[in-house]
C-alpha cells in the first residue's frame, strides 16, 4: 500500500495547470483530422522580424513560448503543402489557442514533381515500433492472425499462440485495451482490412498495464473520417470451407458518427495428429502408435454498433456493444496401436469423440475525452464491462478392435463457464510547457469466473462420476494501479520517464474444498524510454522496463478433458506470476529505398511458467505448467525493407537469440540452454492494371526445453489481388500454409519413456475475397469506438 500511495501523493499534488506568459499552441492536420507533423510554425512582427519558431509534434501539436504582447503573422509551412499565414493578437498573461489549422496539398507542385511514395512500413517512437499496414495482399485478405503473420518480431503457431520474439507471454490488445477479440481464436473474427497499424511494444511506458513480460501487441483499427454515410461488404469463400459475410456501415456528421459492423463466419478446420510413445526403457518396453483425424466446424457472428457525439470542440462520448457468440461442432477419432520390443501387435482401440460448445461474448463499453483550451492538455474517463458464458459437451466412445472386439464404457464431459468484468480507468495529459509533459492515471479492474465440470462414465445402472471429477471453480481477481510518468525533450534527444503501481488480489476457491487460496502481489514497475533523433530519417533509441506475467486463466484452471486415453493437461492453482527486467537498444535508418532497423535486447526473468510432463502411477502422462526459478533470454533482430522500383517490396527479417532456464520441480530438473533463430522474407510486385502478388516465407528454427525438443518450422503463404470499378471493388485469392508445411515436430523424453509428435492442427487453405466500397476510399473502413487516450 505504501507503493501506491508515493505514486497517489504524486499524482494528486501535481497542479492541473501552469500559468504560461504570452503562449501561442494549436494543432495542425490534414483534410480527414489526420495531424501533421515537422510543420514549421514561424511566428514574424509587421517588420517581417521572426520573433519565434519552433516545429508541430507526431500529433500535429505546437507551441511558441514567450512571446511579447502584439500583433503579429504566423505562418505554417511544409514541403507539398500550400504555406498559411495568418494575424494573432497576443495578450498579457495570455495563452492563444489558434484551434485547428488545416494544410492543403500544393496542387502546382504535385503536378510539376513526378514522385510517389508512402509512409513508411516501419517507425520508431519514443515508446513502440509502429508497422504500417499498406496495401499488401496478404494484410487485406483473410483475418488479423494471418495479419499478425507478416508484422516484424510477432509470431502466430499453427495452434493460434502469438508469440513476441519467439516469447508467448505477449499481451494482445485492441486500441489500446483488453477484448473478447483478443481472447481464444476470437481474432479470427476480425478481418485483416480493418487494421489500420500494429504497434508492437517491446517496454511499454507505464501507461500501460505492465502484464505480458515479452511486451505488447497494440492492434489499432482503422476510423473512418469521411463525411456522410459510407461502408462496405466483404465476401469470402474458401476450401476447406470457410465462409463470412461482413457488412460494414458508417454515417458521420459534424456532431455525430454512428458505425455498425455485423459479421457471419462458417469454417471448417482438417486437423491431423500423430505419436509415438515408448515406456518402459529400461525394462519390457511398449510402444505406442497413435492417429488422431480431426475434423472442427465452427459457426460465428460478431456484432459490433456503436456512436461518437461530439457536445463541442471540447467533449467528446463515445458508447458501443460488442456480441460475440460461437457454435462449435468438432468431432474426433483416435486410433491406438500397442507393440512389444519386437513390433509385434498387442492390442488396438478406436475413440471416437464428438463436442458441442456455445460460447457468447458481450462488451459495454464507454469514453469520455476532454480536450482543454491549451494544446495537448486531454483528460479521459473509459469504462467497460463484459460478461460472457460457455456450455461445451463431449461424447466420447471407446472400443477394442485386437485381439478381440469389445465396447468399452461410454464417456461425457460437461463443462459450464461464465464470467463477470468491469473496468474502469481514467488518464490526464497536462503539457508543462512547449517541450515537456506530464501523464498520470487510475484504474481499476474486477474480474469474476465461474466454472463447473463434470466427467461421468455409463455403467449398468446409470452414470457415475469419474477420479471424482465433479467441482466448481469460483476465480476472482481484482487489480488496482496508478502510473505517473514525466516526458521531455533536449534538442535531438527525447526521453520518458514513468512507474506504475499495481495492487492485485487473487481468490480461488472450489465446492469441494481441495483448492482454497487467495494471494496478493504488490510490485512497481519503473519504465524509462530514451530516443536520439539525428535527422529526420535516423533515430538511436534505448528503452528498460519491468514486466509482469500473470498465469492465464487455462493455465490455473485444475480440471481437464479426457479426449486422449494416454494424455492429459491439467491447470495448476498454485501457480504465481513471474517478472521480467527488459533491457533494448533499436536503431532505425531510413534511406530512398531501404529501411534498415537493428535492435539488441537482454531480458531477465525470474519465477517464469514452464510446462513440466510426468507419468502418473497409472500410467497417464500428465502435462501441468510449474513456477521455475529463472531464465535469461538475449539477442540480435534485424527487420529491412527494400524498395527498389515502385512496382517492388522486399521485407526481411531476423531475430537470434540465446536462452538460459534454471530450476527444478519435484524430481526434474530444468536447467538449459540454448540458441535459436527466427526469419522472415516477403515480396510483393505491384503490375499493370491495378493487379498485386505477393508470398511469404516464415521459419522458426528449432528450440528445446529439458524436457521437449521442437524441430524448426517452416510456412509459404501466397495471394494475388485486382481492383476494380474504379477502386470501388478488390478481388483477392490467397492461399495460407502453402504445401501444407506447417508442421511442428516435436520430442519429449523422461527417465523411462519418450514421446514423438507431429500436429498439423490446419490444413492448406485457399480464399477468394470480394470487398465492395462505397463512399470511401480504399484504404478506409468503418469507424471504430474512439480511442481516447488508449493509443
Known amino acids: 500500500?505504501?507503493?501506491?500511495?508515493?505514486?497517489?501523493?504524486?499524482?494528486?499534488?501535481?497542479?492541473?495547470?501552469?500559468?504560461?506568459?504570452?503562449?501561442?499552441?494549436?494543432?495542425?492536420?490534414?483534410?480527414?483530422?489526420?495531424?501533421?507533423?515537422?510543420?514549421?510554425?514561424?511566428?514574424?512582427?509587421?517588420?517581417?522580424?521572426?520573433?519565434?519558431?519552433?516545429?508541430?509534434?507526431?500529433?500535429?501539436?505546437?507551441?511558441?513560448?514567450?512571446?511579447?504582447?502584439?500583433?503579429?503573422?504566423?505562418?505554417?509551412?511544409?514541403?507539398?503543402?500550400?504555406?498559411?499565414?495568418?494575424?494573432?493578437?497576443?495578450?498579457?498573461?495570455?495563452?492563444?489557442?489558434?484551434?485547428?489549422?488545416?494544410?492543403?496539398?500544393?496542387?502546382?507542385?504535385?503536378?510539376?514533381?513526378?514522385?510517389?511514395?508512402?509512409?513508411?512500413?516501419?517507425?520508431?517512437?519514443?515508446?513502440?515500433?509502429?508497422?504500417?499496414?499498406?496495401?499488401?495482399?496478404?494484410?487485406?485478405?483473410?483475418?488479423?492472425?494471418?495479419?499478425?503473420?507478416?508484422?516484424?518480431?510477432?509470431?502466430?503457431?499453427?495452434?493460434?499462440?502469438?508469440?513476441?520474439?519467439?516469447?508467448?507471454?505477449?499481451?494482445?490488445?485492441?486500441?489500446?485495451?483488453?477484448?473478447?477479440l483478443t481472447q481464444s481464436n476470437a481474432l479470427e473474427q476480425v478481418p485483416a482490412d480493418q487494421v489500420e497499424r500494429v504497434e508492437v511494444i517491446t517496454n511499454p511506458s507505464s501507461r500501460f498495464d505492465a502484464g505480458g513480460s515479452a511486451g505488447i501487441i497494440n492492434i489499432i483499427l482503422k476510423k473512418n473520417k469521411k463525411a456522410g454515410?459510407?461502408?462496405?461488404?466483404?465476401?469470402?469463400?474458401?476450401?476447406?470451407?470457410?465462409?463470412?459475410?461482413?457488412?460494414?456501415?458508417?454515417?458521420?456528421?459534424?456532431?455525430?458518427?454512428?458505425?455498425?459492423?455485423?459479421?457471419?463466419?462458417?469454417?471448417?478446420?482438417?486437423?491431423?495428429?500423430?505419436?509415438?510413445?515408448?515406456?518402459?526403457?529400461?525394462?519390457?518396453?511398449?510402444?505406442l502408435d497413435q492417429r488422431q483425424d480431426e475434423n472442427r466446424h465452427d459457426d460465428a457472428k460478431l456484432l459490433y454498433f456503436g456512436a461518437d457525439f461530439k457536445f463541442n470542440d471540447q467533449n467528446t462520448i463515445t458508447a458501443a456493444f460488442m456480441r460475440n457468440s460461437t457454435h462449435d461442432h468438432d468431432k474426433t477419432q483416435l486410433n491406438y496401436l500397442y507393440s512389444n520390443k519386437n513390433n509385434v501387435i498387442d492390442s488396438s482401440l478406436t475413440r471416437k469423440g464428438e463436442s458441442w460448445e456455445k460460447r457468447s461474448y458481450n462488451q459495454f463499453e464507454f469514453n469520455y475525452t476532454k480536450n482543454f483550451a491549451r494544446a495537448g492538455k486531454k483528460l479521459t474517463v473509459d469504462m467497460q464491462y463484459d460478461f460472457w458464458d460457455s456450455d461445451k459437451d463431449w461424447n466420447l466412445s471407446t472400443s477394442k478392435v485386437f485381439p478381440s472386439a469389445a465396447d468399452l464404457p461410454v464417456i461425457k464431459t460437461s463443462s459450464m463457464g461464465a464470467s463477470k468484468d468491469f473496468m474502469i480507468k481514467t488518464d490526464m495529459v497536462q503539457p508543462l510547457d512547449s517541450i515537456s509533459t506530464l501523464e498520470f492515471g487510475l484504474k481499476l479492474e474486477d474480474r469474476r469466473v465461474n466454472s463447473d465440470f463434470i466427467a461421468e462414465q455409463q455403467n449398468s445402472v446409470g452414470w457415475e462420476i469419474i477420479d471424482q471429477i465433479d467441482n466448481h471453480l469460483l476465480y476472482k481477481e481484482l487489480i488496482g494501479s496508478a502510473y505517473v510518468q514525466f516526458s521531455g525533450k533536449t534538442g535531438a534527444l527525447s526521453y520518458q520517464a514513468g512507474v506504475r503501481g499495481e495492487l492485485t488480489h487473487i481468490s480461488i476457491e472450489d465446492r469441494a474444498g481441495s483448492y482454497a487460496n487467495e494471494k496478493n502481489y504488490n510490485r512497481l514497475f519503473p519504465t524509462l524510454n530514451v530516443s536520439y533523433r539525428f535527422n529526420e530519417r535516423t533515430t538511436l533509441q534505448g528503452s528498460y522496463s519491468k514486466r509482469i506475467n500473470r498465469p492465464r486463466l487455462n493455465m490455473i484452471y485444475p480440471f481437464n478433458e479426457l479426449t486422449d486415453l494416454t494424455s492429459r493437461y491439467v491447470g495448476n492453482p498454485d501457480l504465481n506470476p513471474s517478472y521480467a527486467n527488459v533491457f533494448e537498444f533499436a536503431f532505425l535508418k531510413n534511406w530512398k529505398m531501404l529501411?534498415?532497423?537493428?535492435?539488441?535486447?537482454?531480458?531477465?526473468?525470474?519465477?517464469?511458467?514452464?510446462?513440466?510432463?510426468?507419468?502418473?502411477?497409472?500410467?497417464?502422462?500428465?502435462?501441468?505448467?510449474?513456477?521455475?526459478?529463472?531464465?535469461?533470454?538475449?539477442?540480435?533482430?534485424?527487420?529491412?525493407?527494400?524498395?527498389?522500383?515502385?512496382?517492388?517490396?522486399?521485407?526481411?527479417?531476423?531475430?537470434?537469440?540465446?536462452y538460459a532456464q534454471q530450476g527444478s520441480y519435484m524430481d526434474q530438473s530444468f536447467d538449459y540452454s540454448g540458441n535459436t533463430l527466427t526469419a522472415r522474407?516477403?515480396?510483393?510486385?505491384?503490375?499493370?492494371?491495378?493487379?498485386?502478388?505477393?508470398?511469404?516465407?516464415?521459419?522458426?528454427?528449432?528450440?528445446?526445453?529439458?524436457?521437449?525438443?521442437?524441430?524448426?518450422?517452416?510456412?509459404?503463404?501466397?495471394?494475388?489481388?485486382?481492383t476494380f470499378l474504379k477502386d470501388k471493388a478488390t478481388l483477392m485469392f490467397d492461399i495460407s500454409n502453402l504445401f501444407g508445411l506447417r508442421k511442428l515436430n516435436s520430442r519429449t523424453a523422461g527417465a523411462d519413456y519418450e514421446i514423438s509428435q507431429t500436429n498439423i492442427p490446419n490444413a492448406a487453405r485457399y480464399r477468394l475475397t470480394l470487398v465492395y466500397r462505397f463512399n470511401q476510399k480504399d484504404n478506409q473502413t468503418v469507424r471504430q469506438a474512439k480511442s481516447g487516450n488508449r493509443d
Open 1 to 180: 500500500m505504501k507503493q501506491v500511495a508515493i505514486i497517489f501523493f504524486i499524482i494528486f499534488s501535481v497542479q492541473y495547470s501552469f500559468a504560461q506568459k504570452g503562449q501561442i499552441t494549436g494543432i495542425i492536420q490534414e483534410k480527414q483530422d489526420v495531424p501533421v507533423s515537422y510543420v514549421t510554425v514561424t511566428l514574424k512582427d509587421n517588420g517581417d522580424r521572426v520573433i519565434a519558431a519552433g516545429i508541430s509534434d507526431a500529433k500535429g501539436i505546437f507551441r511558441l513560448e514567450d512571446v511579447t504582447a502584439g500583433n503579429y503573422t504566423v505562418s505554417y509551412a511544409l514541403a507539398g503543402f500550400q504555406t498559411i499565414n495568418r494575424p494573432v493578437a497576443v495578450k498579457p498573461d495570455e495563452v492563444v489557442n489558434v484551434g485547428t489549422v488545416i494544410l492543403e496539398s500544393d496542387t502546382k507542385l504535385l503536378q510539376e514533381v513526378s514522385v510517389t511514395g508512402q509512409r513508411s512500413s516501419v517507425s520508431l517512437k519514443l515508446d513502440k515500433k509502429v508497422f504500417e499496414v499498406g496495401k499488401d495482399i496478404l494484410s487485406q485478405s483473410g483475418a488479423v492472425t494471418d495479419l499478425l503473420n507478416i508484422v516484424p518480431s510477432v509470431s502466430v503457431s499453427p495452434g493460434g499462440e502469438i508469440s513476441l520474439r519467439g516469447n508467448s507471454n505477449v499481451l494482445v490488445l485492441i486500441d489500446g485495451r483488453r477484448t473478447g
Open 229 to 287: 454515410f459510407s461502408g462496405q461488404l466483404r465476401l469470402v469463400g474458401g476450401i476447406p470451407n470457410e465462409t463470412r459475410i461482413s457488412p460494414s456501415l458508417n454515417y458521420k456528421s459534424n456532431k455525430l458518427n454512428l458505425f455498425a459492423t455485423y459479421g457471419i463466419r462458417l469454417s471448417d478446420y482438417v486437423g491431423l495428429y500423430t505419436m509415438k510413445q515408448s515406456t518402459g526403457l529400461s525394462g519390457t518396453p511398449v510402444d
Open 595 to 658: 529501411t534498415f532497423n537493428p535492435s539488441l535486447y537482454y531480458q531477465r526473468n525470474t519465477g517464469i511458467m514452464e510446462d513440466y510432463t510426468f507419468r502418473n502411477p497409472k500410467g497417464l502422462f500428465i502435462t501441468m505448467p510449474v513456477n521455475i526459478k529463472a531464465e535469461t533470454r538475449y539477442g540480435f533482430e534485424l527487420s529491412m525493407l527494400y524498395n527498389p522500383f515502385k512496382w517492388l517490396q522486399v521485407n526481411t527479417e531476423l531475430n537470434l537469440f540465446h
Open 681 to 722: 522474407v516477403s515480396a510483393q510486385l505491384k503490375l499493370k492494371n491495378k493487379l498485386a502478388f505477393q508470398t511469404l516465407y516464415n521459419f522458426r528454427g528449432a528450440n528445446a526445453t529439458a524436457q521437449t525438443h521442437t524441430d524448426a518450422l517452416h510456412s509459404i503463404d501466397f495471394g494475388l489481388s485486382k
